[in-house]
């Protein structure tokens, strides 16, 4: 099964719960749970219409898109067209993940330009960037650059009334220089420009406490990605409240992260159809956490 990475390369691109129950309710939103639509990029090219329809019937309010190109659309469906198709499932998609190594290698603004117009057609407020050519970032002076590109790019962002957010995975916190590119970011890049989808699962592998990284910087994470770790194999996904991952916690200080959209991704399945655990894993979102 493909990775994340792959994928981006060949597209070139209870007590407990009872107190805290009080706190997450406080945080929830209007917007209900989310789902990264990678969690069902082996189903969607088959049958986009369908798994929208079955995306809406598990009790998703959200959708976060992935893999736009000008040629293709979305999965065979124009900007437009993948609008309408939500539109008629009670669906939103708030953001999507759009490559932007042209963008950040050459200056570019072909790919950038058609991300913007799907962003617009669709109704999106955000462009995440998914991940990034590692070739960019192998030094601490190349880190700063490509903050300085982020901000830059948010700035295009924003002449279209868009936002600019960076989803991480676990590469950010490699110590190159006496800091780390997730650091870099955080501490070089406008607050009011660039937006972060802190995906949690990689966080907790990489080491780090999400937490901690809220209280160091409260209301930059505009999004987060809620992926459980497998409890017998860390380097593997399970329904969301199955795992390791204490989201009870985590997301108690969701008022002071600043979130504002919450999205479910599972990247692997284990013995079990994806259309049954992205149902469970909102259920789960929606009883427990109070999303």
């Known amino acids: 099964m493909s990775t994340r990475r792959s994928f981006l390369a060949q597209a070139g691109l209870l007590s407990a719960g009872v107190l805290l129950a009080p706190?997450?309710?406080?945080?929830?939103?209007?917007?209900?749970p989310g789902l990264q639509l990678y969690s069902l990029r082996d189903q969607l090219p088959k049958d986009v219409?369908?798994?929208?329809?079955?995306?809406a019937q598990a009790g998703y309010k959200e959708v976060e898109t992935f893999g736009y190109s000008k040629q293709n659309g979305f999965w065979?469906?124009?900007?437009?067209?993948?609008?309408?198709?939500l539109k008629a499932n009670g669906l939103k998609t708030p953001s999507g993940?759009?490559?932007?190594d042209q963008y950040f290698g050459s200056g570019k603004m072909d790919d950038f330009d058609s991300y913007i117009d799907a962003a617009l057609a669709t109704g999106q407020t955000y462009i995440?960037?998914?991940?990034?050519?590692h070739n960019f970032i192998k030094t601490a002076e190349d880190f700063k650059t490509i903050a300085g590109k982020l901000n830059a790019a948010a700035e295009?962002?924003?002449?279209?009334?868009?936002?600019?957010g960076y989803h991480n995975h676990?590469?950010?916190w490699k110590e190159v220089g006496g800091t780390t590119f997730y650091d870099t970011v955080l501490n070089n890049t406008d607050p009011k420009l660039v937006n972060m989808e802190m995906d949690i699962y990689w966080v907790v592998r990489a080491g780090q406490d999400p937490v901690a990284i809220f209280e160091k910087h409260p209301g930059r994470f505009a999004m987060v990605h809620i992926k459980d770790m497998d409890k017998t194999n860390h380097n593997l996904n399970t329904e969301i409240g199955s795992g390791t991952i204490d989201f009870k916690t985590i997301l108690s200080k969701a008022k002071l992260a600043g979130i504002k959209h919450y999205i479910v991704e599972?990247?692997?399945y284990i013995n079990i159809d994806p259309y049954k655990s992205i149902a469970q894993s909102c259920t789960y979102m929606k009883n427990v956490l109070h999303i």
């Not at 219409?49 to 995306?55: C, E, F, L, M, S």
């Open 49 to 55: 219409k369908g798994v929208i329809a079955k995306i």
């Open 23 to 32: 706190k997450l309710a406080s945080a929830k939103t209007k917007n209900g």
């Open 170 to 172: 676990n590469f950010e």
């Open 156 to 164: 295009i962002c924003k002449k279209h009334g868009l936002k600019l």
């Open 76 to 85: 065979g469906l124009d900007a437009k067209a993948f609008s309408n198709l």
């Open 266 to 268: 599972q990247e692997n």
């Open 97 to 100: 993940h759009y490559g932007l």
């Open 128 to 133: 995440v960037v998914p991940s990034l050519n």
